[in-house]
């Protein structure tokens, strides 16, 4: 895999994120101190060092990046020269040198390989003890690629890196071999988006950027001034009216755009608003841009998120007739802001609307928001989600672009009366239309199965 199908055949930004993610900030500092002592090793050596540090403590049974962090950054390395040899393949016998759960669930989920094999780790009273099994992935990978299929064996071609590939014991049973140099390599193109085999809709983790040596060092000299850089933007944001603190936010590096101003009927004071959801922070954007404080609801943000919370957040039930009951309680009192979605997306798309706001009002404002982080991400679906609003203001430049537009009846589409549901399907194609992003059916609870394995409740 990092040899044929990867544009770059270092290993090291991958075991950097299993450290961060899995092991903590400690154990990530002490693989970037052995970076230099791990770079005058050879191959195996390398593997075997990385592997110790990332993977030792660890439990088998909580360790799920395989298919919910590095699936992404896989992705984004993957070159278009290599992919297009995989996609012509019938049978495709992916082979790495990384652990089977780091690249698992990334091979057989996201380029559908049939059998991806890597190297298995021993595990004692349920975690890992950081040492791996003797070659056993040439083993298995053998069986696999020929067991009852023998007869065929002409028809297996290769492909791998040069030179580390050139002596894989699984190339001899290939009639054909074809290797890729690093020279080669560099010029490959990245695999675009639209060429996935999969759509990347959902993914965690809270590092934003490829954490190779250079750049995973500079995120630990940033993280000192990066805390207190945060708690200075949250007391701006919490004990300053907008007409000072967003200047100086701006300042202080948080940079946001306004596509399109709310006009003054959309700017009232009993005006339900609603938008896509892309961090905590979405009602603080769209209430700074009104120039008044709104209401926020909310499904399972933490205690502490809605005590520092600079504006006014109230949790739904999760019971229909009582959430609408509450809404339209809240929105007499004052403007209201309601993220349909239910939970984020990272990724350029929209999550199913629940059609619940357009039972609450009349009239309903959208508003399109987009944000773009560089170091941390500020979102999660850990039980640390209380860290989302802190990550976020962590990074270097943060950026927000928020684009109200026209108000829409919630009854009508086109002069034809329309149901609740055509109504929030209609508005989620509008906002997907001008964020430019691809609308889909799932839900809030599809995105807590596939990433934490629970139903998003806290």
């Known amino acids: 895999m990092e040899g044929g199908l990867l544009r770059s055949s270092s290993i090291f930004p991958y075991f950097m994120l299993v450290a961060l993610e899995a092991g903590g900030f400690f154990r990530a500092l002490l693989l970037l101190l052995l970076c230099p002592v791990i770079a005058c090793l050879g191959h195996e050596m390398r593997l075997r060092i990385m592997v110790v540090v990332c993977f030792c403590g660890l439990r088998k049974e909580k360790?799920?990046?395989?298919?919910?962090?590095?699936?992404?950054?896989?992705?984004?390395?993957?070159?278009?020269?290599?992919?297009?040899?995989?996609?012509?393949?019938?049978?495709?016998?992916?082979?790495?040198?990384?652990?089977?759960?780091?690249?698992?669930?990334?091979?057989?989920?996201?380029?559908?390989?049939?059998?991806?094999?890597?190297?298995?780790?021993?595990?004692?009273?349920?975690?890992?003890?950081?040492?791996?099994?003797k070659d056993g992935e040439d083993r298995v990978a053998s069986k696999l690629l020929l067991g009852r299929e023998e007869a065929r064996e002409a028809d297996v071609i290769g492909f791998g890196g040069y030179p580390n590939s050139v002596h894989h014991p699984l190339f001899s049973h290939c009639k054909e071999v074809y290797l890729v140099s690093e020279k080669d390599k560099r010029k490959w193109s990245v695999l675009p988006r639209t060429e996935y085999p999969k759509p990347l809709i959902f993914h965690d983790g809270r590092i934003a950027f490829r954490p190779t040596p250079i750049s995973t060092l500079c995120m630990f000299l940033w993280m000192p001034l990066a805390f207190l850089l945060a708690i200075a933007r949250a007391a701006v944001f919490i004990f300053l009216p907008y007409i000072f603190s967003v200047p100086l936010l701006g300042f202080m590096g948080m940079h946001s755009r306004v596509i399109t101003s709310p006009r003054s009927h959309q700017a009232a004071r009993r005006q339900l608003y609603i938008s896509n959801h892309r961090t905590l922070l979405d009602p603080l954007y769209i209430s700074a841009v009104l120039g008044h404080h709104v209401t926020a609801t909310t499904y399972s943000v933490s205690r502490i998120s809605e005590m520092l919370s600079p504006v006014r957040t109230v949790r739904l039930t999760r019971n229909r007739e009582q959430d609408k009951g509450l809404m339209k309680k809240l929105l007499h009192e004052g403007a209201l802001v309601v993220?349909?979605?239910?939970?984020?997306?990272?990724?350029?798309?929209?999550?199913?609307?629940?059609?619940?706001?357009?039972?609450?009002?009349?009239?309903?404002?959208?508003?399109?928001?987009?944000?773009?982080?560089?170091?941390?991400?500020?979102?999660?679906?850990?039980?640390?989600?209380?860290?989302?609003?802190?990550?976020?203001?962590?990074?270097?430049?943060?950026?927000?672009?928020?684009?109200?537009?026209?108000?829409?009846?919630?009854?009508?589409?086109?002069?034809?009366?329309?149901?609740?549901?055509?109504?929030?399907?209609?508005?989620?194609?509008?906002?997907?239309?001008?964020?430019?992003?691809?609308?889909?059916?799932?839900?809030?609870?599809?995105?807590?199965?596939?990433?934490?394995?629970?139903?998003?409740?806290?």
Request: proline share 5%; net charge neutral; hydrophobic share 40%.
């Open 63 to 133: 360790f799920k990046l395989g298919r919910t962090v590095l699936p992404k950054f896989f992705l984004e390395d993957v070159g278009m020269e290599g992919f297009e040899i995989l996609r012509r393949s019938q049978r495709k016998v992916c082979v790495s040198a990384m652990p089977t759960v780091m690249v698992e669930g990334f091979l057989r989920e996201y380029l559908e390989a049939e059998v991806a094999v890597g190297r298995e780790l021993k595990v004692f009273g349920g975690y890992y003890t950081g040492l791996m099994e």
């Open 339 to 458: 993220c349909p979605e239910g939970t984020t997306c990272r990724e350029p798309y929209l999550i199913r609307f629940s059609p619940l706001f357009a039972e609450v009002s009349e009239d309903v404002v959208p508003v399109a928001l987009e944000s773009r982080v560089s170091m941390f991400y500020g979102t999660s679906t850990s039980k640390l989600k209380f860290l989302d609003p802190l990550c976020f203001l962590m990074n270097p430049f943060p950026r927000y672009a928020v684009e109200f537009m026209e108000k829409v009846a919630t009854g009508w589409i086109g002069g034809n009366k329309c149901s609740s549901c055509e109504i929030a399907n209609h508005l989620q194609g509008e906002i997907g239309k001008r964020l430019g992003f691809e609308c889909t059916s799932f839900t809030r609870r599809d995105k807590y199965l596939m990433l934490a394995s629970n139903d998003g409740s806290l």
